[in-house]
């Protein structure tokens, strides 16, 4: 069976299970997880992967930054020649950059997943520190079409750019045989700017004044959550913060839940925006309708008046009304929930995009 290096310069934070899914569903191709450290409160993995440094520590921070530099890990790299992979597959054009030298010592093929954020800056001067990763991969996969017209806009090969869905799992991610029955609403995602959490927050200030018993859960851990705490408090919200949590928990959550809000937008700066919000379509895989916004690839994701509703980015009094109209209207939530399965069986069932995955690295080693 021909195999496959999964690169990723930290291993595994909570919000990659992706990459653990898209792995585990792979059938023709064998695997072998790589990276630089694991990252604090890593996911747990299935088998060990190959590391520079085994503990996250100083010392393991100061070698991978070493090794970002100058690529000089003599022993590491033999340890991964003793893999003897068929292709590469980066995740984040970082990532792709970073492993380069480890790309040229093999010679073999290199794919990078652009998963949005600085893997396409909005703002062509960023691009010039991905030149020789552009030049270097053999393809790029992007996670949704305007993660594609972004990389082209960068400066990325556009015969190098396809567009790739990564899939759910619809063995984990199912509807619940009963509806949740509170107004319970709920918020996953880092607390970064470009998840638009501040705005959720504004809108329930409003949801709740008409619908006292609505509830807000916001599970997800960031440089923001200080301040987004204060403003919560400050709006005497009904609200709680669960920090990050295991990929079981959120699940449950989901189930729980009447509705997801995810209201992300484009950064301050203009350098940063969502891929595709995998979120969305693991609450969809649930059945439950979201609220989102017009924003990058979300409306690939989500079927605006089918499985959700999407508003302008940084609206609270829309996206207030948008969550409304979903609790207040039965017959409404009623469709969403009845679409939202269909919609992700037929464009992001993860076995399904996992062997367009394999077709992809098959031609790639042919």
């Not at 959120?250 to 301050?268: D, I, K, Y």
């Not at 508003?311 to 948008?322: C, G, I, K, N, Q």
């Amino acid at each position: 069976m021909p195999s496959v290096l999964i690169l990723k310069e930290n291993l595994l934070p909570p919000s990659e299970t992706f990459i653990l899914a898209q792995m585990g569903a792979l059938t023709r191709f064998s695997s072998h997880l790589v990276g630089l450290e694991p990252t604090s409160k890593a996911l747990p993995l299935p088998k060990p992967p190959l590391l520079l440094s085994r503990r996250a520590s100083r010392t393991a921070d100061l070698r991978s930054k070493v090794y970002r530099r100058i690529a000089f890990a003599p022993l590491f790299h033999r340890k991964v020649r003793r893999l003897q992979p068929d292709l590469i597959h980066a995740h984040f054009a970082s990532s792709g950059k970073t492993f380069l030298p480890l790309q040229k010592a093999l010679r073999r093929p290199l794919i990078v997943t652009l998963h949005g954020g600085s893997d396409v800056p909005l703002h062509k001067p960023y691009v010039g520190i991905y030149r020789e990763l552009a030049e270097k991969a053999s393809l790029f996969l992007c996670v949704s079409d305007f993660i594609r017209k972004q990389a082209i806009d960068a400066g990325y090969p556009a015969e190098k750019l396809v567009v790739h869905y990564i899939g759910i799992d619809r063995t984990l991610f199912r509807s619940p045989t009963e509806a949740a029955a509170t107004d319970s609403i709920l918020f996953v995602g880092r607390l970064v700017e470009m998840k638009g959490c501040e705005y959720a927050l504004r809108a329930m200030r409003v949801v709740q004044a008409s619908r006292p018993a609505a509830e807000f859960t916001i599970i997800g851990d960031g440089p923001l959550r200080a301040g987004l705490e204060q403003l919560a408090a400050e709006l005497h919200l009904k609200c709680k913060f669960l920090g990050a949590q295991s990929p079981g928990v959120t699940r449950e959550m989901l189930r729980r839940s009447r509705l997801l809000c995810l209201p992300s937008v484009t950064t301050s700066d203009g350098h940063h925006a969502e891929g595709l919000g995998l979120v969305l379509l693991e609450a969809q895989a649930m059945g439950v309708p979201v609220v989102s916004t017009f924003h990058a690839g979300i409306p690939e994701a989500v079927a605006d008046g089918v499985t959700g509703t999407l508003v302008p980015e940084r609206d609270s009094e829309r996206l207030a009304a948008a969550i409304l109209q979903l609790l207040e209207d039965r017959d409404l939530w009623q469709r969403y929930h009845l679409s939202t399965q269909d919609h992700v069986d037929r464009k992001f069932d993860l076995r399904t995009q996992t062997a367009l995955l394999e077709e992809i690295y098959a031609d790639q080693i042919r």
